[in-house]
């Protein structure tokens, strides 16, 4: 990227509730219904005469994220809107949605301010790959839609991807919803502007908002320029899209500027094939939509309704992903990159869980845990299959953490090598057991009573004189290399650390 510029960037990400029922009606939300048409209503399908009602489990939901976000939540007063525009996938020609007084008002999500996270319904899915025309299936309109409008302070596609990566966590932490990407219950919308560098910058965090100051010379009476036009990318159905959508329209607005051009405020869309973006139509504004309060939906207090206070609702939050992070990371002293391979899957984070339960927070044998975990396990489970998940959900069936936590307990205590506990985790993996059994039957249990290696060091003290020699005269790796044959001797059954001791003692 030109370092004359700098990117702003607000994201708006839609996902979708998991409910019984859709936002305003008795409907079936099922994401996963493949025949057309068969979760919907009159009430769904916006015949005239029919009335909404608010579905609360949804209303739950957001005001979980925004207590998560340490928002403002609007307990004082909250209303239902009508967002007007005809398309196809709209059957009653407006949205409900929210406008001037959403559930949560600012808030924060990996040092990103956000603007609000409001409550509307969804729309129809329409196809366009049938003929000359278009079909529309209306099982997802009026499913709960949770929108978050992030303030425009991200500045690199990098972090524009990790916000959404982390809103996605939460969501399936707080059993809000799956926000799977691939299925269309989580889709990202990126505004994208750049400016020149130096004319602009962050000013102070207000009241959940960031101000960009401007910082070029004025004259007498001069008003401060407008920034450049924002573009809108709609749609993006991965985080992969996301970074290369915003990359592309960075470098795309660059050279418009760079030629001389202006950069026009309009929607965009994101071609996956050709990796670019491309124009769809000019940008609305909000009078565009003539938003108006919902006349059939009442208006909400939520201080007046005992089930949604903020008592309430926190003791039904779970332990949040960047807390449960921190506690890995400073608790247990894992790697990063281990603590966020268990923050990220609750498979695995829950599997590790519950070995170490019986481990009293002793940080060795957790450590030694997360390593036989996150490397060995997850290395054999790769061999089979792509979706570790799935993998380790069939491994539990074979190995349920007290064996694997008894594995890890004989690998801590020398019963067994560190070779010995990979090729008895090899067998676990293929056909489960009890691993002190398994170690029995193999004869991998080690053997520490140096009396009984005795015979094995003479011998290979006897066949080996000039590596003897060697370590005779100080070379230490061939040291070493006597210990490898001395745990190839006992088959890997001697404690390497008593077949050192006894070869330095024998030799000298």
């Not at 990566?165 to 990202?188: C, H, T």
């Not at 004025?218 to 992969?240: C, Q, T, W």
């Not at 927070?361 to 054999?380: F, I």
Request: net charge negative; with cysteine.
């Amino acid at each position: 990227m030109d370092k004359k510029y700098i990117p702003i960037i607000g994201l708006e990400i839609h996902a979708e509730l998991k409910t019984e029922t859709k936002m305003f009606c008795r409907c079936k939300n099922d994401p996963d219904e493949t025949r057309p048409n068969a979760n919907i209503c009159p009430i769904c399908m916006g015949h005239p005469g029919t009335l909404p009602v608010i579905n609360m489990e949804a209303v739950k939901h957001v005001l979980k994220v925004g207590i998560a976000l340490n928002g403002e939540l609007a307990y004082d007063f909250t209303e239902f809107d009508r967002k007007n525009y005809f398309y196809p996938d709209i059957p009653k020609g407006y949205q409900i949605t929210q406008y001037k007084y959403p559930f949560i008002k600012g808030g924060e999500l990996l040092g990103v301010s956000i603007t609000r996270v409001h409550l509307e319904e969804d729309t129809a899915s329409s196809s366009h790959d049938k003929g000359d025309y278009s079909l529309v299936d209306f099982n997802r309109a009026g499913v709960p839609l949770m929108e978050l409008v992030t303030e425009p302070v991200i500045t690199d596609a990098a972090t524009a991807s990790r916000f959404a990566r982390e809103l996605q966590l939460l969501l399936r932490y707080i059993g809000a919803g799956e926000a799977n990407m691939e299925k269309g219950e989580m889709r990202v919308e990126v505004n994208v502007s750049v400016q020149e560098a130096g004319l602009w910058t962050l000013g102070e965090k207000g009241t959940g908002t960031y101000l960009w100051k401007y910082n070029g010379n004025l004259a007498e009476g001069e008003s401060i320029p407008k920034m450049s036009a924002k573009v809108e990318v709609k749609n993006l159905n991965s985080f992969k899209a996301l970074e290369k959508a915003v990359a592309y329209e960075i470098d795309r607005q660059i050279s418009v500027i760079e030629s001389g051009g202006k950069v026009v405020q309009e929607t965009r869309g994101w071609d996956d094939g050709k990796e670019t973006t491309f124009s769809q139509r000019a940008k609305e504004n909000s009078h565009d939509y003539r938003y108006y309060p919902d006349p059939d939906l009442p208006k909400l207090r939520l201080s007046e309704l005992p089930d949604f206070s903020k008592e309430t609702l926190n003791k039904q939050m779970p332990e949040l992903p960047w807390v449960k992070r921190e506690r890995y990371q400073k608790d247990f002293e894992l790697k990063p990159e281990d603590a966020e391979m268990y923050v990220r899957s609750r498979v695995w984070g829950d599997y590790f869980e519950q070995v170490i339960a019986g481990f009293s927070g002793e940080k060795k044998l957790t450590k030694l845990a997360s390593n036989y975990l996150s490397s060995d396990l997850a290395g054999l489970i790769k061999k089979e299959t792509t979706d570790t998940d799935a993998g380790l959900t069939v491994f539990i069936q074979k190995v349920p953490p007290a064996m694997f936590a008894k594995l890890i307990t004989m690998a801590s205590t020398n019963l067994i090598s560190s070779r010995g506990a990979k090729d008895i985790l090899a067998i676990l993996a293929l056909s489960g057991g009890d691993p002190e059994i398994i170690a029995n039957e193999k004869g991998l249990i080690q053997k520490n009573d140096p009396e009984a290696l005795k015979k094995i060091v003479e011998n290979i003290i006897v066949a080996n004189p000039t590596v003897v020699a060697d370590f005779k005269a100080g070379k230490e790796a061939a040291l070493q290399f006597l210990v490898g044959q001395g745990m190839k001797e006992s088959k890997g059954s001697a404690n390497p650390g008593v077949l050192k001791e006894l070869i330095r003692e024998l030799i000298k």
